[in-house]
């Protein structure tokens, strides 16, 4: 008897670890997919042209980042002037490069 209710222990043991893996691997798999942060060349009204960057908390798809900028502008470096933005030429998950040749040199240059 004692051996089946230690057989059953190890058993359940043995659900529980298992359970715990799989949770842990759906857990990260949704905390990437949650923080997909954007990077977006855009031409400012000055007509400069600049790359700035949109939370992934706050669009879910380029499409709604270059909304989200075209809309509300974006804060410069300071942190203090809103810059507004004329025309997106482009947007892009962050770790993927841009399409435009001068869009990847301005990243490049572009402090994170």
Request: aromatic fraction near 10%; proline fraction near 1%; charge should be positive.
């Amino acid at each position: 008897m004692a051996m089946t209710q230690l057989q059953h222990v190890g058993t359940e043991i043995m659900k529980l670890k298992y359970l715990m893996v799989v949770l842990s691997f759906v857990g990260f798999n949704y905390a990437v997919a949650s923080t997909q942060d954007y990077k977006c060349y855009v031409q400012l009204t000055n007509q400069s042209y600049q790359v700035a960057f949109v939370d992934g908390a706050n669009a879910k798809t380029t499409s709604q980042a270059s909304q989200i900028l075209l809309d509300n502008g974006f804060y410069a470096e300071d942190g203090k002037q809103l810059l507004k933005v004329k025309k997106v030429v482009e947007c892009q998950k962050m770790q993927t490069s841009f399409v435009d040749s001068k869009a990847n040199l301005a990243d490049e240059r572009t402090p994170r």
